[in-house]
């Protein structure tokens, strides 16, 4: 039986994909008076879009509300938040040393608030213009004028640069899960999960309703995001490929997509493994339909510990005991910054990245999983302490293996591309539920 989700009451972000091109801000203040943030939301809560709203927009923009653990206790105290994940309630500065933000990573080096110091509520606007998404930034802004109690203390532009790829050169938002009840049927290669993975109030992978110990007026419909400022070196990312890679372009390029498991325009390694193919990165029919078990079990055309591989190993672990249905995320990416130019291979000193929005229920077994134990940990796939090669630590091993004719290739000397620079768990509830906050419940 497929569920039905009352699209009408889920926020859109949930189940709908940013507009291309798009243009967004992350709008995050603090709450000095519970009774201001109250007025701030029921002036808000008519221009909130749902899902219902996504499917057929009046215009092509939209505006979503998040909370972190401290704005919602400051709303309705600690006692109704006990059965809120740990992970929420301790925040995600607290866990850094679980989800590897140590060293240039951690909590000390990040510029963007949490819940630790000041983040309480966040608006996302999204559009498909600069044009509308200034419209959307001004409701909000009307929306704060005679209450000081609620104060902005940080704003950050995203959006899509001109190459619709993000910094290192890779197109993006290619996989993703399809939620069951969502609308239209998946592509193929697109795995069909249950909606409480995603959304509280459904049935998740468990066989259980998702649900929190707490009042279902507040949580029925919302979710748990990871949200994530991740720095990127641009210019160490495209050194160390010219150099590894034989200092020629085909070898450059051949290295990036070992360490991706898919060419920077998208095409995968499962069904392109010796070249680019433009055409297949571009035909969603066929961009991710491939696994990896009977095909490329040895990791010979996509490596075990390429990016794609580790974050979605498909059926690759289908003979071990995890069940990866469990772990599934859905993870929206937003750059910030400009582009270094092409040819520049020095660091301008100009703060550039990507905003990662992950989408979970369980914030425990799905994003911190996913994070700690398949991002920064190799056990899983027989690589030791390798992590990641193109987002992961690097204080323990800092070399990425891959098979290769005539032996294993074994590229050394590997630096970190990437920083984190914010991090926190945030709710977004449903419609009902910012209507239940604004009443004080």
Partial sequence: MVSTLDFADIQGTVLRSRPMPYFGSYLMFT????????????????????????????????????????????????????????????????????????????????????????????LLVMAGSIELKEAKLAIGHAALEGIPGVELIHRLDVGVPPTLREHFGYADGISHPFIEGQGGDPLPGQDVLKPGEFILGYENELGVIASLDAPAGLWRNGTFIAIRKVWQDVAAFRTFLHESGGRTKDGAE????????????????????????????????????????????????????????????????KDSLTNIRLHRVLRRGFAYGPLLPEDAIVNDGVDRGIMLAIINADPGRQFEFVQAQWVNDGDFISQGARADPIVGRRDSVDDFLYPAKPVRRRVPGLPAFTATRGGEHVFLPGIAGLLWLTEGA
């Fill in 31 to 122: 709450v000095h008076d519970a009774s201001a943030a109250r007025i701030l939301l029921k002036r808000l809560v008519p221009h909130i879009t749902s899902a219902a709203d996504w499917s057929s927009p009046a215009e092509n923009a939209w505006i979503n509300i998040v909370f972190s653990y401290a704005g919602l206790r400051k709303l309705v105290g600690n006692e109704r938040l006990e059965g809120f994940p740990r992970e929420f309630r301790q925040g995600m500065a607290a866990r850094s040393a679980y989800l590897g933000d140590v060293g240039t990573n951690a909590p000390d080096h990040w510029d963007l608030p949490h819940g630790g110091n000041g983040f309480d509520i966040g």
């Fill in 254 to 317: 051949l290295l990036a997509a070992k360490m991706m498991g898919r060419w920077r325009s998208g095409a995968p390694l499962a069904l392109s493994p010796d070249k680019d193919d433009s055409g297949l990165a571009r035909d969603s029919t066929r961009n991710n339909a491939f696994v990896y078990a009977d095909t490329d079990a040895e990791g010979k055309r996509t490596p075990a510990g390429s990016h794609i591989r580790r974050v979605n190993p498909r059926d690759a672990l």
